[in-house]
């Protein structure tokens, strides 16, 4: 089974920090991993997905990345700002082809002006 | 445009209920989600469908019925609404089982 962790629950910096989330995963076996945003009552915003053949994947001032090895996935946010502050979700598919999307808990970020 | 879309955004309704909600999807996906977002935020699929078919069903009451009429719609009919119901429901769909998934705005139902 697989399981996702994202630690801690809860950040707050300063607008400009330079900052990084953390999501780790159980089993190594994925196809790809993916970063989400969501709003509070809103949708999942899809901000990057990385290949599992990838280590890296860049959008505007994110920046993740993927070691499969070790169960880890870090998304890199540059310069933060207020309008950043949102739940940031890893998700991983597992289970074959047909697969199906893990979740960790989420990290909520405040950026404060 | 609206590439994954849910219908209603919101749903009041009494315990013993049955009640419906619509999923459309305009990307030419394959595959089609429906999660469930609890009172603590966390997510967790409930099914999925790849070309009509069901391929994913959790381990999800059988008062929750998914039918999927073409691929580009995912509908989920609820009998018999208990409280423990009450969450947010989102659609999604990827262009197949792995691929990158896109989000629905997401049904809060309330069951009073």
């Known amino acids: 089974k697989q399981e996702v962790t994202q630690i801690p629950a809860a950040l707050s910096v300063p607008e400009g920090e330079n900052l990084v989330l953390n999501c780790s995963f159980t089993?190594?076996?994925?196809?790809?991993l993916q970063w989400f945003r969501q709003d509070p009552g809103k949708g999942l915003t899809s901000l990057l997905l990385?290949?599992?053949?990838?280590r890296e994947q860049t959008s505007g001032r994110l920046n993740a990345s993927l070691d499969k090895s070790s169960g880890r996935s870090t998304l890199y946010i540059a310069a933060s700002q207020p309008g950043d502050s949102a739940t940031y979700l890893c998700?991983?598919?597992?289970?074959?082809?047909?697969?199906?999307?893990?979740f960790g808990k989420g990290i909520t970020l405040s950026v404060r002006p | 445009d609206t590439a994954v879309s849910q219908t209603p955004k919101y749903l009041v309704t009494q315990m013993g209920n049955d009640k419906s909600i619509k999923c459309e999807q305009n990307?030419?996906?394959?595959?089609m989600y429906w999660y469930k977002q609890d009172s603590k935020k966390f997510l967790k699929i409930m099914f999925s469908?790849?070309?009509?078919?069901?391929?994913i069903n959790e381990t999800v009451p059988n008062r929750f019925s998914p039918k999927s009429p073409d691929k580009a719609h995912l509908n989920l009919h609820i009998n018999s609404l208990e409280l423990g119901d009450s969450a947010v429901y989102f659609c999604?769909?990827?262009?197949?089982?792995?691929?990158?998934?896109?989000f629905g705005p997401g049904t809060r139902l309330t069951v009073t």
């Open positions: 999604a769909s990827s262009r197949q089982g792995a691929g990158e998934q896109y």
């Open positions: 089993d190594s076996a994925i196809y790809n």
């Open positions: 990385i290949q599992s053949s990838q």
């Open positions: 998700a991983v598919p597992w289970g074959g082809a047909n697969s199906k999307l893990t």
């Open positions: 990307l030419g996906h394959d595959t």
């Open positions: 469908y790849n070309n009509k078919e069901l391929i």
